[in-house]
Structures are given as C-alpha cells and as structure tokens.
C-alpha cells in the first residue's frame, strides 16, 4: 500500500492502516521530522488511548493502555548495541499482547520475524508518502 498524504488527513491514514495491519508489531523508517511520532499518536488515538502519547525519545519505551488493545510505543533511536536493545526488555515487550510500535527499528530487526514496514517520505512542507509493507521472514 503506498499513498501521499497531509496532516489534515493523518486520522484517515491510522485508521486505514489499522484495518489493513495483520501483524502485532509495526516498524516506523522515516527522516527525523518526518511524522512518526505524529501518526503513531493518531493510530494510539484509533485504538482508544485516553493518555497523552509522547515519543519516547529518552524512556526509550512508553507503554499505553487502549480500549481495543494496549501499546507498546519504542523509539530506539538512542540504543547502540543489540545488549541495550535487551536491558530495555524488548524481547519481553514482543510477547505481550500488544500491538509494538517501533520508531528507528534498525536495530531491532534481527529479533522479528513477521511485521509491518511503514517508510514515510517527505514530499513537501505539507504532504507526507507512506509506503506500507508486510515482512515474513
């Protein structure tokens, strides 16, 4: 699934990709700036998240309770090493039953097997190209 869109319509966008994910683990690839965080706080929103949802650039892992599932909201952008990745708990994280939203998944990679791959790409000022990808390994 691939569309441009704006931040008028980011709340369409959540919705719509949560009706098309099939896996509980999605992977956030996008330039700093590019809206992660933004989307990911709609899609929280979708899923009846009643808190206030913040990247959780320094936490590193922030965890949301949702009236239709629970969220586990990552931003690994800090780590360095796959033994940081496991002093957070990340492998405990993945065996909850929550959908993991996981923002600079690079590092992350080598521990999942079936996930969705959202790449954001600035097009302009204003609008926004998701491409949607679902990875089994």
């Not at 999942?112 to 959202?118: A, F, G, W």
Request: hydrophobic fraction near 40%.
């Amino acid at each position: 699934m691939e569309f441009a869109y704006t931040l008028k319509q980011i709340d369409k966008v959540a919705l719509q990709l949560l009706e098309n994910l099939d896996s509980k683990t999605v992977l956030f690839d996008a330039p700093m700036g590019a809206g992660k965080t933004t989307l990911i706080k709609s899609i929280c929103r979708q899923l009846g998240v009643k808190e206030e949802v913040n990247s959780p650039t320094f936490s590193i892992v922030n965890e949301y309770k949702g009236s239709l599932i629970d969220v586990i909201h990552f931003d690994l952008y800090r780590l360095e090493t796959y033994d940081e990745l496991m002093d957070i708990g990340f492998d405990y994280y993945l065996e909850k039953n929550a959908l993991c939203l996981i923002e600079w998944p690079k590092l992350s990679l080598s521990f999942l097997s079936d996930y969705h791959y959202i790449r954001i790409e600035i097009l302009d000022l204003k609008t926004r190209k998701l491409i949607l990808t679902k990875v089994v390994n």
